[in-house]
């Protein structure tokens, strides 16, 4: 077993000087100022929709980064909490008139429920194992829900009845709304995540992506640690999947339990950068919009070249830049402050 | 005579499934990359079958061998260009880089062949041949057959010949093969090759059968993973034997359950399997 | 077993030098994306200076159900060409039909986001037309219902019509209505011929589209006393029917219900076949009815029976336009959008306006019997207040020396059916 080799020293996630923290959290409260001040000087619904989706689906990614960038363990099956999530909130609103407020901590318990049954038999699996384990449990899912049309109306899916406007219901006449709840809950997925980065589990999450046995052998229990990551993820990741469903106001098993969606997650993760904290959100920020730009300008029959030209993207950029934009901003912020050799370590800890 | 019937039908389909999977588990045993787009060279395997009939009359299972070696030539090209630089890459990174490499394949063939649903026609078509009280379906026999055929000759490609022995030994070990003088990088544009190369062949073998449009590599994706790491990534024999097994539990499971639930079978199956038995069924063959 | 991946050091030189121009590629289409979507809210014209009304398509043009998508954007651009080539809306001076597309890819999100895009630019539709399945509608209709705006479907779910939404408008007969006049219509056609139907077997795609249909179609069973001697629903992609194909033929029917898409209808027909059935198969939309069903099963889709929402033997000219300019006959999907535009150009045509509010209005009040519109069931078309089209009414159509003909009921259609028992 190799120890991976790092450009130069290896990679150790240990407290960096203020100096690399402060500009990722300066950055993120800058960029959290402009997602709440947003819809007052976006008048575009449409571009208000687009920062929601971004919010939403950037937090689920940053969830989904908790085990597939800081631990290296890749799960295909995440949409499957994002799908638990979304139908609490159906269920709940639907069949039992129920706000989606009390769907959401329910959505939440059922997550991690199922997280800590199949944490079980899926942590015992390893690399491309654990990715098709977790696609496979997530089309279980998918087939369940269609099945069980007592619990979920089967594939016609559960609409939300159009219900008084307010934040009990979760339905507004207006955008806005939905967007600062979408983007609390980013803010509150990247302030975990970060946490995460920088407490113990962050430590034993990166010790077993860079070599488990040795892992084992510092005395990181392997199962725990992957386990507090799986819930923690599952909580983000259902939550985000309770918000998405109160913003289409429908769900099926196919928009639900979405083969797309997991990709999706993985996706912006590794565009934004799979390293840091913050690195998920802006691949969402990225590549969200510029999906659905293809989709509208690009239309007609020429429906399917913008679709070529996503996959082509998505490729291209893993060519070019496999560390994603968060590996362009390290070098950019690398050269600047490379001048400054008080710095005790090399920089190669990132922020 | 119900048990029966699904027994055949179940191998017929199972070695189809075989086929396509082999060509991923080759990919995976020697690159380690798992290859989302793998349904895709499927599709145009499917095309090739469906042209060399309309345009020039032959028929797809006579053409199949030259549709394989057509994407064969295609999948060389890909690796070098697309493939390769990510061989080294997080496996996250590889997973996308499939993905987004499908999306372009899937739409590139809708932008220049369109949407419709293709299907050819072959004096067999709807022929059945009845053995001991059998139905068997001329097109799916024929698929069959030519599938396992295909699949055995690989296996024994690998094992019996000095190139497949090298393939094998830069699987499993690159840095002494390459010192055993083998070109490692050569190595892995022809066994990308052959991988995608056997799924367009599995393609053309079953045109007489299904129908071909450009996204039609999805409906296979998810079964051909799951048989591949039932088999055991990497193992050859072991995507053959896993393929059977797949298509039986599908026809199988039809006779007491619903038919929507046959895949629900075939998940949990392999979530069971790989559960139980890591690295699957046949993780003691290490590949070949 | 698991491996370290190297950090991806591997990537050539002569690829990293692209980085740049990669990355200038993707900042640039990022500010496409935001600068291309038009300013702020929407604005109306005047009413008295339009020389346009804009129109808005939303359909799967990717993915699985691409092809019906298409077929249906098809229809919709054939009549937004034929009513300009005639001289446009003609009460409001002339106006052409501008006619925009966005593709839903078969995912529902992005079909309210491409809603909401449509409504929030700077000329928004007065109409949106969309979105062919189920799920698509739903979810736009979400954003045409809160911005008070009509939206015309061909989607056919029970759904639409039952959620007390004001500005939608569905043209073709629910689901569940349907599946009964497949059920009942095929029963009438056997009699017609001597034969007593008792035991039927019904299989679906099990999506929304086939759940629905197959409900209305055990339903009518009940109520005619015919025993369902087998109610299965299977995945659409399918890739071998035949286990399918068995448990129909073990069930003994008198016959064969399907609701499919082309490609498991015509997996299941060949499966079929091969196991030697001799039971006819009637289907229910869908992929029985489209060129492709044709020419995948050439001679063997004679005498193959099927419901349809509207009769193709009165597609007429625009049936006539669609085969010159597409090269294959005009398929439910394209005629009943066609339809769908047509609704929208009379109902402007009786009362010119540029608010979407007036027109959902005029829509409702309306009757509509212009060009596609009045070759739908009844010649014309008509909404109710929950936005059901009172005179949808499904019939049987039948493939005959190649061609799909309306074969039942009598009194509208102009073919007799065949009942094939081989």
């Known amino acids: 077993m190799s120890v991976s080799a790092e450009q130069g020293a290896p990679e150790r996630p240990s407290k960096p000087a203020r100096g690399d923290k402060v500009p990722a959290l300066v950055l993120m409260a800058v960029a959290v ?112 829900a269609n099945s069980w049309e007592g619990l979920t109306e089967g594939s016609a899916g559960i609409s939300l009845p159009i219900l008084e406007s307010g934040i009990w219901n979760l339905q507004f006449d207006g955008p806005a709304p939905l967007l600062y709840i979408s983007a609390g809950l980013l803010v509150a997925s990247l302030a975990a995540a970060r946490w995460v980065r920088y407490s113990r589990l962050g430590l034993e999450l990166d010790a077993i992506r860079l070599n488990p046995q040795a892992a084992t052998l510092a005395g990181v229990d392997l199962f725990r640690a992957k386990m507090k990551a799986m819930l923690i993820s599952a909580v983000i990741v259902s939550l985000a999947g309770s918000v998405y469903a109160s913003l289409l106001q429908f769900l099926d098993p196919e928009t639900a339990f979405a083969w797309n969606t997991s990709i999706n997650l993985a996706l912006f993760a590794i565009v934004g950068g799979i390293r840091h904290w913050w690195g998920p959100a802006l691949g969402a920020l990225l590549l969200i919009p510029l999906a659905e730009w293809a989709s509208l300008t690009l239309t007609g029959n020429l429906a399917a070249l913008a679709q070529l030209m996503y996959g082509a993207l998505l490729v291209l950029l893993i060519l070019v830049q496999p560390r994603g934009i968060g590996g362009l901003l390290d070098k950019v912020w690398r050269r600047f402050t490379v001048s400054k050799p008080t710095e005790s370590k090399p920089t190669a800890s990132t922020p | 005579m119900d048990l029966a019937q699904s027994v055949v039908n179940g191998l017929l389909i199972g070695s189809i499934y075989a086929l396509i999977a082999v060509g991923l588990t080759l990919v995976f045993g020697v690159m380690d990359i798992v290859n989302f787009a793998h349904g895709e060279f499927l599709m145009l395997g499917m095309f090739g079958g469906y042209f060399a009939s309309s345009e020039f009359g032959i028929d797809p299972l006579l053409a199949a061998p030259i549709v394989g070696l057509v994407v064969f030539a295609f999948g060389a090209l890909i690796e070098r260009t697309i493939i390769e630089p990510i061989i080294k890459a997080p496996p996250v990174a590889q997973v996308l880089a499939t993905v987004g490499l499908g999306l372009v394949l899937a739409n590139g063939a809708a932008a220049l062949l369109g949407n419709d649903f293709r299907s050819v026609k072959t004096g067999y078509q709807g022929e059945a041949f009845r053995v001991f009280g059998l139905s068997i379906s001329a097109t799916y026999l024929y698929a069959g057959m ?135 069924v046949m993780r003691r063959v290490r590949f070949g | 077993m698991t491996r370290n991946f190297r950090r991806a050091t591997g990537v050539p030189a002569r690829i990293r030098r692209f980085r740049p121009v990669a990355i200038v590629a993707v900042a640039a289409m990022m500010l496409a994306a935001c600068g291309g979507d038009g300013g702020g809210g929407g604005g109306t014209g005047d009413a008295s200076e339009v020389d346009s009304v804009r129109l808005g398509a939303i359909l799967p043009l990717t993915g699985a159900t691409a092809q019906n998508g298409n077929n249906s954007r098809k229809g919709i651009e054939l009549a937004v060409e034929t009513i300009n080539a005639d001289g446009g809306i003609k009460s409001l001076d002339g106006a052409k039909i501008e006619l925009d597309v966005a593709d839903a890819t078969s995912d529902p999100a992005r079909a309210a986001s491409a809603a909401t895009q449509f409504l929030t630019r700077g000329e928004p539709p007065l109409a949106i037309v969309g979105a062919y399945a189920s799920g698509l509608t739903v979810t736009v209709a979400r954003v045409t219902e809160r911005r008070k705006v009509p939206i015309l479907t061909t989607s056919f779910s029970d759904e639409l019509t039952s959620q007390g939404y004001k500005f939608l408008f569905q043209l073709p007969a629910p689901a569940s209505e349907v599946g009964k006049a497949q059920m009942g219509y095929a029963t009438e056609i056997a009699k017609d011929a001597g034969v007593d139907l008792k ?19 055990r339903d009518q069973a009940d109520e005619l006393g015919i025993n369902v001697a087998l109610y299965e629903g299977y995945s659409p992609t399918i890739s071998d029917a035949t286990p399918v194909a068995r448990k129909i033929l073990s069930s003994n029917p008198d016959v064969i219900f399907a609701v499919s898409y082309v490609n498991d209808g015509v997996l299941l027909m060949r499966a079929l076949r091969s196991q030697n059935n001799t039971v006819p198969v009637i289907g229910g939309v869908g992929g029985f009815i489209t060129p492709d069903f044709q020419k995948s099963l050439g001679d063997a889709v004679n005498g193959v029976l099927s419901v349809d929402t509207s009769d193709p033997d009165k597609y007429g000219e625009l049936g006539a336009a669609y085969q010159e300019k597409y090269g294959e006959f005009m398929p439910q999907e394209a005629h009943d959008n066609a339809a769908a535009v047509y609704v929208f150009a009379q109902a402007l045509e009786q009362n010119p306006t540029t608010e979407p509010e007036e027109l959902a209005d005029a829509i409702r009040e309306g009757t509509f019997d212009a060009g596609a519109a009045g070759s739908m069931p009844g010649g014309q078309v008509d909404f109710d207040e929950t936005g059901k089209n009172t005179n949808a009414a499904p019939l049987m159509v039948q493939w005959q020396e190649g061609k799909l003909v309306g074969v039942w009921p009598p009194d509208i259609a102009e073919n007799k059916p065949q009942w094939e028992t081989e």
Not at chain 1, 74 to 86: D, K, R
Not at chain 1, 110 to 134: C, E, K, R
Not at chain 2, 179 to 208: D, E
Not at chain 2, 259 to 274: C, G, I, K, P, Y
Request: positive net charge; charged residues 5%.
């Open chain 1, 33 to 144: 100022l402009a997602l709440f001040l947003a819809p007052l000087y976006l008048t575009n619904e449409y571009h208000v929709r687009i920062l929601t989706l971004v919010c939403i689906f950037g937090a689920a990614s940053v969830g989904w980064n908790l085990l597939g960038g800081y631990a290296n363990q890749v799960s295909l099956g995440h949409a499957v909490f994002f799908g638990i999530g979304a139908y609490a909130v159906v269920i709940f609103q639907e069949k039992y008139e129920l706000s989606p407020w009390l769907a959401m901590p329910a959505g939440v318990l059922v997550s991690v429920l199922v997280g800590l049954v199949i944490g079980w038999p899926t942590f015992q699996l390893s690399g491309h194992y654990f990715a098709l384990g977790t696609l496979a449990l997530l089309q279980v899912f998918h087939i369940v």
């Open chain 3, 199 to 217: 035991n039927a077997a019904i299989v679906y795609a099990n999506n929304a589209y086939g759940e629905s249909q197959a409900k209305g179609l």
């Open chain 2, 146 to 280: 030519y599938a396992l055929v295909v699949a055995l000759l690989l296996s024994l490609f690998l094992n019996k010949t000095d190139f497949g022995k090298a393939m094998r030994a830069t699987a499993q070990n690159r840095g002494a093969a390459e010192l055993m003088g083998i070109n490692p990088k050569r190595m892995y544009m022809v066994a990308f090759g052959i991988g995608v190369g056997l799924a367009a062949l599995a393609g053309s073998a079953v045109i007489p059968y299904a129908l071909v449009y450009p996204y039609v590599g999805q409906q296979y994706v998810l079964i051909m993973f799951t048989v591949v790491v039932l088999g055991g990534l990497g193992s050859v024999r072991g995507a053959i034997l896993a393929g059977l097994a797949v298509g039986l539990i599908q026809t199988l499971t039809t006779l007491v359950l619903p038919t929507e639930l046959q895949n629900l079978v075939v998940f949990s199956v392999f979530f069971a399997v790989l559960v139980l038995i890591p690295g699957g």
